[in-house]
C-alpha cells in the first residue's frame, strides 16, 4: 500500500479515497492470490483515460474567459463511464480522481452495469448570467464531445451543474453529433429525462437509513435531523424526511447554516426550493424570514457548529471532508446515532474512526448516496426503450436498488469479519464485483 500511496502524494484527496478502500478491501486481496498476480489494485487506481482541455468563453462585456476542463475515465470493467460533471473553482485532478475512483464503486454496487467516471471545470456558475452559463457549456461540450457517446460515456450533473447546465451541454452536443441520444442524464423531462432523477440522491439517502434503522428496530419517524448543505441532495432528503415523519432543523450553505427548533415544514421548503433553485438567494434569508438561529462560518473555530447541534440522525449533503474529528465526536456527545451520506466522502478518516469507534450506524456515502446515479442508469434504459416511466414506477425501483446495495453491503461485511461495518460492506461488495469483471477481460 505505501507504495501506491507514495505515486499519490500530490494528490490528497484521491490518496484519501484509495486508503480507505484499500484498507478495507484487505481480507478480499489476502483470500485470493490472482488479485495479487494479475495487480488488480494498482490497475483499478489509474484512469483508462485522463482528458484535461482548455475552455474559452466570452463574458457579458465581452471578456474573452479560460477555464479548464477535464473528464476522467476511470473504470468501464462493467459498462460505459457513468458520473457526473463538476463546476466550481475548486476543481482539480485529485477531486475529480477521488471521485471517480468512488463512483466506480459506487455504480458497481447499483447492480446496473455502468462503469465510473467524473468530470468538470474550475468555473464558477454563481453570479453568471444565463447567457454566459450557457457560453461556457456550449465551449465545454465543443471538447468533450468527442469523449462521450450513450455506449462510451454518460455525464450527468454535480455541484454547479442542474437541469439549465445539461439542458445547455445536451443542445451542444446535439448540434455537434446530429443525434438525439441519451448521452447525459439528468434531462428535463419533456426531451428524455425520469422522473425522480431530482429526487434520487436525497430520497436514496433516506431510504438507505432506514435500512440502516431497520436492523436495530427503529425508523426515521420522530427523530430529529441535522442536515448539511441547501442544494438538490439536502432539499430531497429533508423532503423525503418530513414525509416519514422525522423533523429537519438545519440547511446550510457556504455562507452559514440555520437552526430551527420548530423543523422545517413543507411550506418552510417551498421557500428554500424558491430562493436556492429560482432566486440562488443564501440561505441567511431563511433566518430573515422565518426569524430563526443563523450562524455565520467562522473557519476560526476549527469545527462546524451545525453539528454540535442536539439530533438523533445527521446526513452530511454538501462536500467533502466537512466532518472533521472534532465534528464527529460532537455529534456522538448530542446524542446521533445515524450517519448517513448524502455527500461524497464528507468525513474526514479520523471522524469515521470514531463513528465506527462508538459503533453508530454509519452508512458511506458510495453506498447512501448511489441512489441518484441508480435513477440515471434508468433513465438510460428508458432512452434505450424510448419509453417514460411512471413516478411510482421509477421510485419503486429506488427503493429496490437501496434494499440491495444495503444488504450488499451487509452481507460482505459479514462474510469478511466485520458485521456491520457499512464501510468495508461497501468497499468489498463493489471491489469485488469489478475485480471480477476486469479478471474476465484480460489484462488490458
Not at 483499478?44 to 471578456?63: A, K, L, S, Y
Not at 469523449?147 to 447546465?165: C, F, K, L, Q, Y
Not at 420548530?262 to 429560482?278: A, P, S
Request: proline share 4%; with cysteine.
Amino acid at each position: 500500500m505505501k507504495e501506491i500511496l507514495k505515486k499519490l502524494e500530490n494528490e490528497p484527496e484521491f490518496a484519501q479515497a484509495v486508503r480507505e478502500v484499500l484498507e478495507s478491501i484487505q481480507p478480499v486481496i489476502d483470500r485470493d492470490p490472482e488479485c495479487k498476480h494479475l495487480k488488480i489494485i494498482e490497475r483499478i487506481i489509474e484512469p483508462e483515460r485522463v482528458i484535461i482541455f482548455r475552455v474559452t468563453w466570452v463574458d457579458d462585456q465581452g471578456n474573452v474567459q479560460i477555464n479548464r476542463g477535464f473528464r476522467i475515465q476511470m473504470n468501464s470493467a462493467i459498462g460505459p463511464y457513468k458520473g457526473g460533471l463538476r463546476f466550481h473553482p475548486s476543481v482539480n485532478l485529485s477531486i475529480l480522481k477521488f471521485l471517480a475512483f468512488e463512483q466506480v464503486f459506487k455504480n458497481a454496487l447499483t447492480t446496473l452495469p455502468l462503469g465510473g467516471g467524473k468530470g468538470g471545470s474550475d468555473f464558477n456558475p454563481k453570479g453568471k448570467s444565463d447567457g454566459e452559463v450557457m457560453r461556457f457549456c456550449q465551449a465545454f461540450m465543443s471538447e468533450l464531445f468527442r469523449h462521450i457517446g450513450p455506449n462510451t460515456d454518460v455525464p450527468a450533473g454535480d455541484i454547479g451543474v442542474g437541469g439549465r447546465e445539461i439542458g445547455y451541454l445536451f443542445g451542444m452536443y446535439k448540434k455537434l453529433r446530429n443525434e438525439f441520444s441519451g448521452v447525459l442524464t439528468g434531462k428535463a423531462l419533456n426531451w428524455g429525462g425520469s422522473l425522480i432523477r431530482p429526487e434520487a440522491t436525497g430520497y436514496g439517502c433516506i431510504y438507505f437509513a432506514e435500512e440502516m434503522l431497520k436492523t436495530r428496530k427503529k425508523s426515521i419517524k420522530g427523530k430529529t435531523c441535522l442536515i448539511s448543505g441547501s442544494g438538490n441532495v439536502a432539499f430531497f432528503a429533508a423532503e423525503k424526511i418530513i414525509e416519514l415523519g422525522g423533523k429537519v432543523v438545519t440547511f446550510s450553505d457556504s455562507s452559514g447554516y440555520v437552526y430551527d427548533g420548530d423543523g422545517f415544514t413543507k411550506e418552510k421548503l417551498e421557500f428554500v426550493k424558491n430562493l436556492k433553485f429560482v432566486r440562488r438567494g443564501r440561505i441567511s434569508e431563511y433566518a430573515e424570514k422565518y426569524g430563526v438561529k443563523y450562524t455565520p462560518v467562522d473557519p476560526s473555530l476549527g469545527y462546524n457548529p451545525l453539528w454540535n447541534e442536539k439530533a438523533d440522525c445527521a446526513f452530511p449533503c454538501a462536500t467533502q471532508n466537512e466532518i472533521n474529528a472534532k465534528d464527529a465526536a460532537n455529534l456522538i456527545k448530542n446524542g446521533v446515532f445515524l450517519v448517513a451520506e448524502g455527500a461524497n466522502m464528507p468525513t474526514v478518516p479520523e471522524g469515521i474512526e470514531i463513528f465506527l469507534e462508538n459503533k453508530i450506524l454509519y452508512g458511506p456515502g458510495k453506498a447512501a448516496n448511489a441512489g441518484g446515479v441508480a435513477v440515471s442508469g434508468l433513465e438510460m434504459t428508458q432512452n434505450s426503450m424510448r419509453l417514460n416511466w411512471s413516478r411510482e414506477q421509477v421510485d419503486k425501483e429506488l427503493q429496490r436498488i437501496m434494499r440491495d446495495i444495503h444488504t450488499a453491503c451487509i452481507n460482505a461485511a459479514k462474510e469478511y469479519g466485520t458485521p456491520g461495518n457499512y464501510v468495508n460492506g461497501a468497499n468489498i461488495a463493489g471491489f469485488k464485483k469489478v475485480a471480477d469483471a476486469m479478471k474476465d477481460q484480460g489484462i488490458i
